[in-house]
Structure formats: C-alpha cells, structure tokens
C-alpha cells in the first residue's frame, strides 16, 4: 500500500515525535470507522501488539463515534459533540489529550497473564505490559475512573477501561510511557506544547535537502515519516538511530538504514555522522557490526553488507572532502577499518574475495542464490572497496597520506579481483566462496557495481548501464526497491552518466508523487510504513536538486 | 570415584534438568513426551524456552537409528548402544561442547524457520544461524561430516573412522564469528579438567548428613550449571533458574543460592549484589534478566537482600570482606530500601505495598485475591531484615548515626506489623484502596516467622503451633503453602497448596532462630526427605487428591508444571538446609 500523498493517514504511518517509543495508529480497514489504538515501537516476543491500548473519546461516559484529522504534531478528533485534541509533550514519551466540550476519553485494555494494573490511589494510574513497558495515566482537569480487578488464580488483571471524565466541560489527561518506572509529569501549557511540536517540526524539515520544485506535499510527507522513524537512544542502543519502521517485524533499527540516513542529512554534519557512527557504537570486540539493534537486542549473527564505505564517500562528495569535520573524521576512521579489517579476517576466501555466509546478510532478496554455500557476491565486493576507498580517504583528511595510499592500493586491488573472477563478459556473477561453482546471479547484486563508477572499465559501466535502462523495476519480483533505486541513480552519476541519473532520479520522485512514498505497509501491517521510502526521497531530492536540467 | 547422577537407569533423568556447564548456552535434555534427546541454546523469546528442541540428537548405525541407554556425570554424558559409545563433555571454554562416538554414528536433525540458513564454511566447518538463538558451529575434529542442509529436515552427520571406529566433533556456540586458537585438547583430558572445575565449584558448600549426600551432589551440579554469563546484558556471571524453564536469573533466586555458600563469602557476597548492577536512577532492580537484553522492570522480586546480609553477617567467615565491601552493599542496599518506600507508597500510608503479585514470589497467591496495591506481611518481614541490614552495615562502617537511623526504621516496621496487623491467630494483609484489612489461608500471612525472636513469644508460639498442625499447614513433605482446609487450594499451582522451596527455607530458618529447634528440625527433615524422593523441583504436591476439592492431581501433568523441571533455586535451598542440620548434629555431638 502506498502512503497517500496528501494525508497523514494513521493506517499506514504512526502518529508520534522524534525520538519517541510512544505512537498512536489506526488499526480499522479502508472504508471502516477508525479505531485508534496506542501501543509502542518495542519487540514483544508474543508477537506484535499494535493494540495495546484502543481509544475511543466519550460522551456522557460511553464511547462514540469519530473521524481524525493528523498533523505531524497534532492528532485532532472531530466528532458529532466536538473535538478533542492529541499532542506529544516536547520530545518525550507523554501523549497528551485535551477537550473543552464536555467530551471525555476511554482507554480500553487486556492485558496477558503476569501484566500490571495498580491504582496508585494518588490520582495515577500504572499499567504494564510484558517487555513494552510502563504507562502512567493521569487526569490534570476532570475525573480518572477503571474498573480494573485482579483474577488471582489466573495471574491476571480484567480486561479494563480506564475513564476520563470530563468536569465543567473540560478534561486533560496524558498518558506517560516508560521501560522502568513512570512518574507523574509536569506539563508545559498545552497550546503551547502544540506550537513548540510544530516547530520543532518546522526546524527539522529546514535540515533536510530542499524540496524539488512540485514536490513540496510529497517532501513533506516524507519529512515526517523520516521524523517519526528517529528514535532516541534506549539502553543498549547507545545512539539515536532510524528505525526500518514504527510498528511491525520491522521496527528495529539496520546499519544500512543509518548509513542511508547519514547520506540524506549530509547537510548537517552532526546529525550525519551521528547516525554513521551509531552502529560502530555497538562494534564486537571482534570488530562485528551488528546487522540490526533495538534496545534490548543487538545481532550480531547476521551483519550486513558494509555500505557505510558508500555513504561516506557520498557525504564526503557533497559537502566537500575539506569542509567535512575532521573531529568526526578520526571518530570514525579506526572503526571503520576495524570494518574492514573484520571483512578480510573472517570472510575472505583463498581467492580473495570476500564472502557472505547467509542470504540475509545480503541487502536484497538474493536467499534463492545461497544453496548451503557461501557466497561471493558482486555487490559484496562494491561495498567493500569503497569501504576502502573511504578508509583511504578519512586518512588522507587527517594527514596520514600513507595509510591513505595503502587503502586505496587495497580498493584497487579487490577491484581487479572483482574484474578477474566476477565478469563473465557481460555481467557480473557470483561465486561459491570455495571458487569451484559459479553461482546465477539476481539482477540486483549483478548491478551493484555500477558504484564503483570511474574504478570500473567504460565498456563494463556501459553494458551495466543499459541494463539498468532496460529494467525499470531491477528488484527480483518487481516491485519497486527503494534502495536499489538509489544505489543506481548514484551508480550512474558516479559513472558520469549525468542524464541518465537524473532522469532516474526524477522517474522516482514522479512515482512518489503519483502513488506516494513506497512504505510496505500493506504487506507489514498498519503502522508499518517504512523509513527507508522517505530518506531515498530526500536523497534523489538532494540529487535533482544539484544537477542541472539539459 | 565420580558417579552417575542421571540416566536412563537413574532415580532422575535428562526431563528433569539438562546435561550442561557452568557458562554454557549449549545443552542436552530429553524430551519428557518423544523420550529423544535434543541440544538446544539456553536462548529465546519468553522464560520458557520456546525451542527447546532444536536439533535432535541420534545415534545410527548405516542409516539405522540405534536405540541407546544413557548415564551422566557432572562432566560427562554417555550414550550407550549395542554398537558403541557416544561421550559428550564441555572445554574449558564452556561456549564449546565436544563429543566422542566409539562406534556408532551420531546423527543432528533440525529445522530452520524462515530467514534462518546454515551454510558450509571454507574450513569445512558447518554453521548453522538462528534468529534470536545466534549461531551453531560443527567442527568434525576425527572421522567424516556431512551435510544436508537443505532438505526438510536438515541434517548433519558425523561417522566414525573406518579402521579406528573413532569421531570427534566439536560444537560451538557464538554470536557473530567462531575465533579458535588453539588446538583440541584429548577428549578424556578436557573431561577430567571439566570434572575438576566441577569438583572446585563443589567447594563452596559444608558437609552435609550422609542419606543427603548423593541429592547434594545434584544440588550443586543443578546450581554450578545454571551459572551464565557475562555475556550481553548479564554483566556478571549470575544462576539462572533452569536452562529450559524460567530460563531467566531472577533477582530473589541469587539470595538463596548466596547464603547457602557458606564456603565461600567472597562469592556469596558478589552473587547478593550482582543484580544491583541493574539498579536504574531511583534505586529499583529487576525483576529478572537474561542475556538478550530481557530484563524486566515490569515487576520486581521480593527484597530479601537484607535478608541474605544478615544470614552472611551471623552465619559466614567476614575475614573475606572488606570495608570496601560493606560500603558497597549498603549504598546499594540503602538506595533499594528507599525505593519501596518511595516508589511502592504512592498512597502515603507510611509503609512498601506489593503493586503485582509476581513482586511478592508467589504469583497466584490468595493473598492477593482482593486486588493490589497490598500491604502485605512477608513484605514487611523483608523490610525489616532490609532496615537492619543498612543499620548493621553501616555500624561496621562506623557511622553511629546511619547505624541508628536504620535501627529505628526497622523498628517502625516491626511495631506496624505485630501492632496493626496481627489479629490474634495471624498477620493480615492490608488494602490502602479499601482501607480495609484482609485474612486468607495463604502461608504468606504466617511467613513472618522468619523474624524469629523480633517477634515476641506469644506470637512465635501461635505461629510454630499452626504451622505444624497437620490440620492446618503442616503435610508429609513440609508447611503446604496454602491452608489444607482452604477452597482455594490447588495443588498444581505455585502458591496454592504446593509445598515450595523459598517459603520452607523462611519458616524452617525462623523457627529455629525463633527457639523452636525441635519444630524446625521436623519440619526441615520432611522437607528433605521429600526432596530426596521427588527431585529438587520448585514444588511439591503432598496429596494426591486436592483436600477440598477432591480433584486427583496428576504430578507430572507436563515439563512446565511445578511439580517436574529440577530448579537450582530448590537446589540452593537443598543446600543450606542440609548444611544447618549437619552443623546442629555436628554442635550435638
């Protein structure tokens, strides 16, 4: 399902803030009455529960119809008495609600087995989910009622409502979510919390590349899905990082993701290589970066392709080799070596080329290609060189031209083994790490290499690109694939092929436009609207905007 | 001379506990319904493994599977077939299992849920990968490996070397990449250091009488495999409850398993403040932890550290520790205490209130039947030990005035407890939301015991009387944790009836500190005998039919129920007991 350009539709994209775990979405089908649900961007092992707590607003105590109009920033509820209004309080996890027209508010919840209800008998109320967390409701103006008990021989609380009446006409109550204990909150004045969200709102957009001219709507769109997705550093994340997505099997934070990430928000260099250093913050001793990370768990198991190398030469482009801070420059240098050192230490072969284990190390649908065998595939090998070709340049920055010259002599090197073993021709093939099998080859992996650019033959960049010509949707099953979409518009520019880049690059932001950011919803679930959608707008946007028409 | 402890011809078998180590993710169990054995990762979802059987374990002879008898040591597992033997033990390094066949091919059978793979490395190596479990290495040290691992099920094989009839394979657990510097060790070496680490660990405790000895031995094997960590979020090594069930540490569990080291005060001491490494900014720690990450504040476990110092500073060797050490425990011990009074009285009432049954330990309590939050008497007796715990320790510290604030809170807490909600026949819970008070057959209400001679006579009295009257509390096996009469009795739950180890430690060691040694001595030789018989699981059913319903209870009804899994919180339990009933014999003599 594409995210509609215009509306921010809680179908398929959360309300919620920067850096906060806390959401509200709609969980009712197209053409059914909205049925608004709040729960959490955590990893429950009894799988995913978008509806932790339902909401309804309320008149004379019993529950009613409504519709709801979301704003990044502000969730109004419009029904047939009035409106209520929903807001974050600053960047925090609080969800605030507000009615002055007698309407009040419902909570309804069931909880599992060994979950917590307990009225504090203070006015507050803590409710507890296994592994998502606390919550604290409390009323400022009205009334707080339940009618919670606790079934002893089960381990249970009732299912239960939680009541917010409103008196003389007004209520306001807010709800505050944390992992290990919540507190009663002191609450900046409301209108003013909304006005302080929106420009908080306002001052990220002004981070990102401009809009292209047409675009605005749709960039705004994407604005706030890349908003949202940002979440702030929870104990054994050690960085805020992008999550894939809010609600689904997704909602966990991948390192590619924030290299993609980094490469959108080159225009400001600390939130870039923030989000580029994020997942070197949890580096193995080893030297394994670990493939995704949420709070609580950090895989190791499966890292992926090393595309950091990718964004940094990126970032490095486009700001300007000089201009880039050398500070975050040596932060990252001895991490991403260390990378590198991992890649050559633990999955070379004797041919020298490196290897994955397991298709979902891979950034795309390649599982078929992995038969028991690992695998040496032509985009591992991209990722790698520029890998060290970054490296290379990091050092040069910071005035090591040695290192600098050793690194780059290490990319040459696997390009010519990349040259040697993997070109059959007429295409790029992949291997069985043992080298006695080649292996048939998805289209995307294939294509990858066209980002090596200038490192690779003309012939070889001219047969690539007229494959990618050829193909308007390279991904395997086709469907549109954002990230392959991008890495080949930046194949082609960094092949020098201006024309055929920027056309590319404008054919997706047209798609968008016309069908909205890509977000994966329909497959994942409501509230499953992916990141990724909207942080390749944004870097296309960026593109288009610096390559003049012909 | 080492000695089987489980088998396939013991008192107790591999569906009660599984055969593994100290540090060790990896285990082999059987598996209570299909009787096969399965390796498996001490790693999943929920507390109780969601995979247990992971990969199947066989023995065959030219594609035949061979039935088999096997026998267990701490430090080694023996199948036994009419074709040979297959020996498992761990290295040192207990991330890696290693295996001898003598005959017989061994044969792994497993499946991959989606997005998992396993894949033929270039050293020959198979690794399997696993979501959330993390990765399986299979390293064929002597004879062949193959592998299928494709097909539905897959497969690995291992056969032995034809003029030999010797294989040797290694099993590796790891996260991300298998890192092996040295070279394998004889299979027979490696197995007698694992015994000897084993026979260190055994160290810790005292002697125990002669008809506890071989369950003692269980005892500590049960405790000294249950230890992991560090690794991930377990920052320290820590014992969990059982590697397949309740496969967590929990905070109240490493108390027990601390006191009953009497041997060894340094490791006692680090166990009793291990989970304080958790302590978030207001004092809190909690409820239980693994090393995914899963440690859930959610609730927390009943604060009986001040419990476990006070039974360290009357009963252990302190040459071992250091004012270091008291400075340690009691700024973390302090700000916890704080914590249930500031953060467990959101209603002011002056005193810590339960806020969820699973802070208390007894989950399905009656004495929570009336709803929460609950003032409740066992919580208060802990609270006690806590304020005296803070007050003892800064009295070695030498703060006269830390040491008197602490004495006087303590002292608050008693006078609420025998003052307020002693009735005459027991304590009751109290309900801040009702105002009211609030009686029920549950043990938690005579729990207070505990206290011993804090409590004065005419209470200690009524208390030993009605915990030893049979038509009461007082069953075959030890105090039944809730009232024989009660309609609330049910046998097959945790706190409804079962006789449980924690509980049966509180009363036993608080009849005897209370003065009645005769009372304890009965009660805590029930208790063991009763141990002795059943195995050291988490609880124990004295009837067979449930006393006022009438319903039969089936005792093994499944792995899950209390009534089966060894526990090493029982083990600890098992432990300590043991050691006081020697130590009194030992004092008699």
Redo the contacts between chains.
């Keep these: 399902m594409m995210m509609p350009a215009n509306a921010l539709d809680l179908r398929t994209v959360v309300f919620s803030n920067r850096y906060a775990r806390l959401m509200l979405l709609d969980l009712s089908a197209q053409g059914e009455p909205p049925s608004l649900c709040i729960s959490v961007s955590r990893d429950d092992?009894?799988g995913v529960r978008r509806n932790l707590i339902r909401f309804a607003p309320t008149w004379g105590g019993e529950a009613i119809a409504y519709q709801y109009e979301a704003v990044p920033g502000l969730l109004t509820i419009h029904t047939e008495h009035g409106t209520m209004e929903i807001c974050f309080e600053s960047e925090d996890d609080v969800l605030r609600f507000r009615s002055t027209n007698g309407l009040g508010a419902a909570f309804f919840i069931e909880f599992f087995m060994?979950?917590?209800f307990?009225?504090?008998?203070?006015g507050?109320v803590?409710v507890?989910?296994?592994?998502m967390?606390?919550f604290l409701f409390e009323v400022i103006k009205g009334r707080q009622s339940h009618d919670n008990?606790?079934i002893?021989?089960?381990?249970c609380a009732t299912p239960t409502t939680i009541l917010w009446t409103p008196e003389a006409g007004e209520m306001e109550g807010y709800l505050f979510w944390n992992?290990?204990?919540v507190?009663k909150k002191n609450l900046t004045d409301f209108s003013v919390c909304v006005a302080e969200n929106q420009q908080r709102f306002a001052r990220w957009l002004r981070m990102l590349p401009p809009p292209v001219y047409g675009f605005e709507d749709i960039w705004r769109q994407a604005g706030y899905l890349v908003w949202i997705s940002e979440l702030r550093p929870l104990?054994?994340l050690k960085e805020a990082a992008l999550y894939m997505s809010r609600c689904g099997e997704d909602q966990r934070a991948s390192a590619w993701l924030q290299s993609f990430g980094a490469m959108a928000f080159r225009r400001d260099q600390t939130l870039a290589f923030d989000l580029l250093f994020s997942f070197f913050a949890l580096q193995?001793p080893?030297g394994?970066v670990p493939g995704t990370a949420d709070?609580?768990?950090?895989d190791?198991?499966?890292?992926k392709s090393p595309v950091q190398g990718l964004a940094l030469l990126w970032m490095m482009d486009r700001i300007g080799a000089e201009a880039v801070d050398a500070a975050q420059c040596r932060r990252l240098y001895a991490p991403l070596c260390r990378w590198v050192a991992?890649w050559k230490e633990?999955r070379f072969?004797?041919n020298g080329l490196a290897?994955h284990?397991?298709?979902?190390e891979t950034l795309f649908d390649t599982?078929s290609m992995?038969?028991?065998?690992?695998l040496q595939t032509p985009d591992l090998q991209t990722f790698l060189i520029l890998c060290m070709e970054a490296c290379g340049h990091l050092a040069e920055r910071l005035g090591d031209p040695e290192a600098a010259r050793l690194h780059l002599a290490e990319a040459d090197a696997l390009t010519e083994k990349l040259l040697a073993l993997l070109w059959d021709g007429e295409g790029f093939v992949s291997m069985a790490?043992?080298g006695r099998k080649q292996i048939e080859t998805a289209p995307v992996p294939a294509c990858i290499p066209i980002l090596l650019g200038k490192r690779l033959p003309q012939e070889i960049t001219e047969k690539l690109a007229e494959r990618l010509e050829v193909s308007r949707t390279p991904f395997t099953d086709g469907a549109p694939c954002a990230a392959a979409e991008l890495l080949f518009t930046i194949g082609l520019l960094r092949c020098g092929k201006t024309a055929p880049a920027r056309k590319a690059a404008k054919r997706w932001l047209d798609r968008c436009l016309r069908e909205g950011i890509p977000s994966g919803a329909e497959e994942q679930g409501p509230g499953s609207a992916a990141a990724l959608g909207g942080i390749v707008f944004f870097i296309l946007s960026d593109l288009l905007n610096d390559l003049p028409e012909e | 001379m080492v000695i089987d402890m489980f088998g396939t011809n013991q008192q107790f078998n591999l569906e009660r506990l599984p055969f593994t180590a100290a540090g060790a993710f990896l285990s082999i169990y059987q598996d209570l319904n299909d009787k096969q054995l399965y390796l498996n990762v001490c790693r999943?979802?929920?507390a109780i493994l969601?995979r247990p059987n992971l990969i199947r374990i066989a023995l065959t002879q030219e594609g035949a599977l061979l039935p088999f008898i096997y026998s267990c040591t701490a430090s080694r597992l023996t199948l036994s077939s009419a074709q040979g033997m297959v020996e498992f033990t761990y290295e040192a390094d207990p991330s890696v299992m290693r295996v001898r066949s003598t005959g017989p091919a061994l044969d792994f059978q497993f499946r991959f849920d989606p997005?998992e793979?396993?894949?033929?490395?270039?050293s020959g190596d198979v690794?399997l990968?696993?979501q959330?479990i993390?990765?399986i290495g299979f390293s064929c040290i002597s004879g062949t490996m193959s592998?299928n691992?494709?097909d539905e099920p897959c497969r690995i094989q291992i056969k032995p070397e034809p003029e030999s009839k010797v294989a040797e394979l290694a099993i590796m657990e790891y996260?991300?990449?298998c890192?092996r510097n040295a070279p394998y060790a004889a299979f027979d070496t490696v197995a007698a250091e694992k015994q000897a680490e084993f026979d260190r660990f055994c160290e810790n405790y005292g002697s125990v009488p002669l008809p506890y000895k071989a369950m003692a031995e269980k005892a500590m094997y049960m405790v000294w495999h249950s230890y992991l960590g560090p690794r991930?979020?377990l920052y320290e090594p820590l014992v969990y409850m059982h590697k397949l069930y309740m496969n967590r540490a929990f905070g109240w569990q490493q108390v027990f398993h601390a006191i009953a080291m009497k041997k060894n005060t340094r490791e006692a001491w680090r166990l009793l403040l291990a989970f304080f490494d958790y302590q978030?900014d207001?004092g809190?720690i909690p409820d239980h932890v693994s090393d995914?990450?899963?440690?859930?504040?959610?609730?927390t476990k009943p604060p009986i550290q001040g419990y476990g110092v006070v039974q360290i500073l009357d009963g252990f060797d302190l040459s071992a520790l250091t004012a270091s050490d008291y400075q340690c425990m009691y700024d973390k011990l302090s700000r916890y205490v704080d914590w249930w009074f500031i953060?467990h009285d959101?209603?002011?009432t002056g005193y810590p209130a339960f806020?969820?049954?699973?802070e208390s330990g007894y989950?399905?309590?009656?004495a929570?039947?009336r709803?929460?939050?609950v003032i409740s008497p066992d919580l208060l007796a802990y609270t006690v030990f806590n304020c005296e715990a803070c007050a003892r320790l800064a009295g070695r510290l030498g703060d006269g005035e830390k040491e008197e604030y602490w004495f006087r809170r303590a002292h608050y807490v008693l006078d609420y407890l025998i003052q307020t909600l002693w009735d005459g026949e027991q304590f009751l819970e109290y309900l801040?939301?009702e105002k009211t008070f609030y009686k029920c057959g549950s043990i938690v209400q005579l729990q207070p015991i505990m206290l011993g001679k804090r409590l004065p006579e005419e209470i200690r009295s009524t208390l030993v009387k009605r915990l030893t009257d049979p038509e009461e509390y007082m069953t075959d096996y030890g105090v039944a944790s809730e009232h024989l009469k009660s309609d609330?009795v049910?046998m097959r739950?945790f706190t409804?009836g079962a006789v449980i180890a924690p509980t049966e430690l509180f009363l036993i060691k608080g009849m005897r500190d209370a003065g009645y040694e005769t009372e304890a001595r009965e009660l805590c030789v029930r208790y063991l005998n009763a141990l002795l018989h059943q195995g050291l699981a988490l609880g124990i059913h004295p009837y067979r039919v449930e006393p006022a319903l009438g319903n039969e209870i089936a005792r093994e009804a499944s792995a899950m129920s209390v009534g089966h899994p060894f526990s090493s919180w029982v083990g600890s339990v098992f432990l300590l007991l043991a050691e006081d009933l020697a130590l009194e014999d030992s004092l008699c003599d």
């Design positions: 092992p009894t060994h979950e917590l307990v009225d504090r008998l203070d507050s803590e507890g989910f296994t592994s967390g606390e008990t606790w002893g021989p089960k381990m992992t290990e204990y507190e104990w054994r193995d080893s394994t709070d609580r768990r950090i190791y198991a499966v890292p991992w633990y072969g004797s290897y284990n397991h298709a979902g599982a992995f038969c028991g065998v690992p790490a043992d | 999943g979802k929920s969601d997005s793979s396993g894949c033929v490395l270039p690794e990968c696993f959330r993390g990765k592998e691992l494709s996260d991300s990449v890192v991930g979020s978030n207001i809190g995914l990450g899963q440690v859930t504040f959610l609730t953060y959101h209603a002011r806020y969820h049954p699973d989950d399905e309590s009656t929570y039947n709803g929460l939050p801040p939301r609330k049910v739950a409804r």
